[in-house]
């Protein structure tokens, strides 16, 4: 795919495209930047958090402006690069998405020789790919209704999730094109340790989902909607991404919903760079700031959902912010860390486990 | 095609007419789209048809298909049931209660279509209010399930649709002569049946181009079934973005879309076949009238066996005579009245969101607060968004109703053919996944050097708003009286005087309703918006979409409550202004 993405482009576009592609940290090193960078967000409670901690202070240390652009789709990055437009320097990414893209040829290596030195040994496992740096790690887990489930005799684990017998009530889990899918929660309710999850035995996954099929209300697709059909009760028991939940208790507000941190599942986020973007040394330089111990822990403490992608971070971390924080070991004891190396994995005609999975998971919800 | 070009000088100020436009869509909407069908027959630089015989030959392709064109179908009769007391209840009514149905039908378009379909998940859902007050009052023990399977989705799609039906039907309902039907009445018919057989068939081209723009625009439908549905049944569109979106799989989601709009124009061709063949306007309207005209009184004689003993009965019977008395017209309004409570009642739920804000879903009265207005408000990219849109959405209005009155006018000179040809090319647009023209047009606006522009989006939004403010047009030049045009050119009158005097005067409201069609289509569009806005050009309903797919942002029930109100303030100062001048008038 990539060759024909290239060459088709290239038709398209002409030398503009050919430029992007040649184009390198070598180059661009070179050249000086006007002291803007293109962040692309959702914008949201996050991004206020992140101007408040991080992009502020770097402003006023470093002159250089982050400027908030829409957040981008795939297909429309991949726009972007092969039309030489693009504009944006950042954005937030899925492990997976940086496989995709940087096997496409749309994302710009990490020069981490910009970077502090030791950084990559400071990141946690697999925060440090070629084509994008781990921020935060964040995560999903068992939700369930406060009203309907006293704490205590709540769902534990992803077993209690699929017993229905004991745990009465419809269900609700992701679909999974989300970041954080139904089949590693299948495979651990089939009893699958968490340590031989990889690599995913689908036929097993599709055979426990088989069991649960019946009580799914529905498969949600974005993580609101998910939490959507919890406040609203149309599901009583379900997974989803923790950050808002913890968000709100830390707050003191009352979602009406409880998170069960046993067995949740926690994923690397990662901020990735398009090809040919046009500030790719403020870029470096703001990822450098953000990546400095205490910055980073200043952004985590005040939005105490995510936990920290470095380890020399943990000294500043605020103590009550911890009970609740996905990659605290002393507090959340069976955390599964996922994987996406076997999910972007490709079979001979160059299909990734993630592409057949989504095939047969739309063959199998039909049926 | 040679009779066609050798006509006389009225006829080649058609054809001049008519190019315009046609370059617009040419440039604007065919050349792009040629080039991303072209990717449907490349993988890995190789020419196939791979992709076309995947998507026949698989169960789930060829299923998504068939759910695709169910929803539409069911969609557009849904609609129509439900669009007709409406339109009947605003062409009958006096000025205040049309105002209160118009405000009711219109509102739901200023919020985004995400928002409305989580407001319906609350409303439909095991705790919602449907149930609870079901199971308050003891009619059921259980929640039903009314959301999250089909009846789920027709509810939304239904909701989202009216709009478009209702104006439809009320443009042909506008201009009907009242006092055929009394005439019927003093013949003796009854209530029903003069409703049935003279009101009803003379609405037919509203009914026929309100189930044409209800079907085809539901073809398209993508976040409403996601919502509301199971997601057990996808539909080709929500795959075309799954394999764009999340696989980067261009060449299969165009082969989709290719395929999507293939088997609408055979659908389209079909009816125009059936339908619509070998009529000129006037007969057109008049033909579409006399078969409505044919079904009813065929039902009509059936429930005549049933009426006779009946009569018999009754007349056996001295004393106290009753007659039924139909379908009053304040029966139809009544059921109109409630038609527009319940389309404005989610909207209703998300303005009270955002005064009595809330953890959960529920609204805490206890908590009055302005808060996220205040959040709204200070946030210049939420303001940005909402002012961007208007601009974009009024210039939009404009462009697309220009183009929209130019073609139907210069297609009436047309022969049949000719027409049929040239109105598929006009509605073609409204097939195409709005998602694969989202990366049509940007790989054209890139090479234009347009990316992130306004006019990107305003020509990106036009395109999109042809195909229904064009229905709307040629449905108002079809009802057109040319008696009137013809005896303004037999006075002597120019034919540019004949156009500025009789034509557009008669037109004059159906272009406004196209115009407002054409602003809403632009407004409430995210597909476009996904891929054109830019820094420098957002819109308020991508600003909504990104806040409620990653975060839920409170700010956006501020967001609707602001638009609503804006939309309540303006449709009244309309009113405001009419009715003072019409009384200056008089």
């Known amino acids: 795919m990539s060759e024909y993405t290239i060459s088709r482009r290239t038709l398209l576009t002409g030398a503009a495209a050919t430029t992007a592609v040649l184009a390198s940290s070598a180059v661009w090193a070179q050249q000086s930047e006007e002291p803007v960078i293109l962040y692309g967000t959702t914008g949201g409670i996050v991004e206020e958090v992140q101007r408040r901690t991080i992009f502020d202070p770097f402003t006023a240390a470093t002159g250089i402006k982050v400027v908030s652009v829409p957040y981008p789709k795939l297909a429309k990055v991949e726009a972007m690069v092969s039309t030489n437009t693009v504009d944006l320097d950042f954005w937030e990414i899925d492990g997976k998405e940086v496989g995709i893209l940087g096997r496409r040829n749309l994302l710009e290596p990490i020069d981490y020789s910009l970077l502090r030195s030791g950084l990559r040994e400071d990141l946690i496992p697999n925060a440090a790919l070629d084509h994008g740096v781990g921020t935060i790690v964040w995560g999903a887990g068992i939700v369930y209704s406060a009203s309907t489930f006293k704490e205590g005799a709540h769902p534990r684990s992803w077993a209690d999730v699929w017993d229905v017998s004991k745990f009465p009530g419809p269900r609700t889990l992701p679909d999974p094109a989300y970041h954080i899918g139904p089949i590693e929660a299948a495979l651990l309710a089939d009893g699958v340790p968490a340590d031989k999850l990889y690599p995913i035995d689908v036929d097993r996954a599709f055979a426990s989902l088989d069991k649960i099929k019946p009580h799914i209300v529905k498969f949600w697709s974005t993580s609101p909607e998910g939490l959507n059909l919890m406040t609203s009760g149309n599901a009583l028991v379900g997974m989803n991404t923790l950050g808002r939940v913890i968000v709100m208790k830390h707050e003191g507000k009352d979602p009406g919903i409880n998170i069960e941190f046993n067995q949740a599942m926690a994923k690397i986020s990662y901020w990735g760079m398009p090809k040919s973007a046009p500030h790719p040394k403020n870029f470096h330089r703001l990822l450098d700031f953000y990546l400095e111990p205490k910055n980073h822990a200043a952004f985590l403490n005040a939005y105490p959902a995510y936990g920290m992608t470095i380890t020399s971070a943990q000294p500043y971390i605020d103590p009550t912010t911890l009970p609740n924080r996905i990659n605290s070991p002393e507090k959340v004891p069976n955390l599964v860390m996922l994987n996406d190396a076997w999910w972007m994995e490709e079979d001979n005609s160059g299909r990734s486990n993630f592409e057949r999975v989504n095939e047969r998971w739309a063959s199998w919800i039909g049926n | ?586």
């Open chain 2, 1 to 586: 095609m040679t009779r066609f070009l050798m006509v006389g000088r009225r006829e080649r100020a058609v054809v001049l007419l008519l190019a315009g436009p046609l370059l617009f869509l040419l440039c604007f909407f065919y050349i792009p789209l040629a080039q991303t069908l072209w990717m449907s027959f490349w993988e890995r630089g190789v020419f196939t048809l791979d992709n076309y015989q995947q998507a026949l030959s698989s169960a789930l392709y060829l299923n998504a298909f068939a759910w695709t064109f169910e929803l539409a179908f069911f969609t557009a009769f849904l609609t129509l049931i439900v669009g007709y007391p409406v339109a009947y209840a605003m062409s009958t009514s006096g000025p205040r209660l049309r105002l209160f149905i118009l405000i009711c039908i219109i509102i739901p378009f200023w919020t985004s279509a995400l928002v409305r379909a989580f407001a319906w998940v609350g409303i439909l859902g095991r705790e919602g209010i449907v149930n609870s007050s079901l199971m308050y009052l003891s009619i059921i023990s259980s929640p039903m399930q009314l959301v999250f399977n089909p009846t789920g989705v027709f509810i939304g799609t239904v909701h989202v649709m009216l709009p478009y039906m209702v104006l439809c039907l009320y443009s042909s309902m506008h201009s009907i002569d009242r006092s055929l039907i009394r005439a019927a009445e003093t013949l003796g018919a009854g209530r029903i049946r003069s409703f049935l057989l003279v009101y009803v068939p003379q609405t037919a081209p509203g009914i026929i181009s309100g189930l044409l723009l209800v079907f085809i625009v539901s073809l398209g439908f993508f976040i409403t079934p996601a919502v509301l549905g199971s997601n057990q049944r996808p539909t080709v569109v929500v795959l075309v973005e799954r394999h764009m979106g999340v696989l980067l799989d261009w060449s299969m989601a165009a082969a989709l879309s290719s395929l999507l709009l293939a088997t609408t124009l055979v659908l389209f061709a079909v009816f125009n076949r059936y339908v619509r063949a070998g009529h000129s306007a006037p007969e057109l309207q008049g033909a579409e009238a006399i078969s409505l005209y044919r079904m009813v009184a065929k039902i009509d004689r059936g429930l005549g066996a049933i009426r006779a003993p009946l009569r018999r009965w009754r007349s056996d019977r001295p004393g106290r005579r009753w007659r039924f008395r139909g379908p009053a017209p304040s029966f139809l309004t009544l059921i109109a009245i409630l038609i527009s409570a319940i389309v404005a009642f989610p909207i209703l739920l998300i303005v009270l969101v955002a005064f009595f804000p809330s953890t959960s879903n529920t609204i805490d009265f206890s908590n009055f607060s302005l808060e996220w207005f205040e959040l709204y408000f200070t946030r210049a990219e939420w303001v940005d968004a909402t002012l961007n849109s208007f601009r974009i959405a009024l210039l939009t209005a404009v462009l697309a109703s220009v183009i929209s009155l130019v073609t139907a006018l210069g297609l009436r000179r047309l022969s049949p053919g000719i027409r049929t040809a040239l109105m598929s090319i006009n509605l073609a647009p409204m097939i195409v996944p709005a998602v694969a023209y989202g990366v049509s047009a940007y790989f054209l606006f890139a090479q234009l050097g347009l990316i992130g522009t306004t006019l990107s989006l305003i020509i990106g939004h036009t395109i999109l708003a042809i195909p229904p403010t064009m229905l709307v047009m040629v449905a108002a030049v079809q009802s057109l009286d040319e008696r009137l045009e013809d005896a303004a050119a037999s006075l002597g009158a120019s034919p540019w005087r004949r156009l500025r005097y009789v034509t557009l005067p008669l037109l004059a409201p159906m272009a406004v309703v196209s115009a407002l069609i054409g602003f809403l289509t632009s407004f409430d569009d995210l597909a476009v918006a996904l891929f054109l806005a830019s820094s420098r050009a957002k819109t308020l309903p991508k600003q909504m979409y990104d806040s409620m797919l990653h975060d839920s942002d409170p700010r956006v029930a501020a967001a609707s409550a602001v638009l609503v109100g804006f939309t309540i303030v303006a449709l009244l100062a309309m009113h405001l202004l009419r009715s003072r001048s019409r009384t200056k008038i008089s």
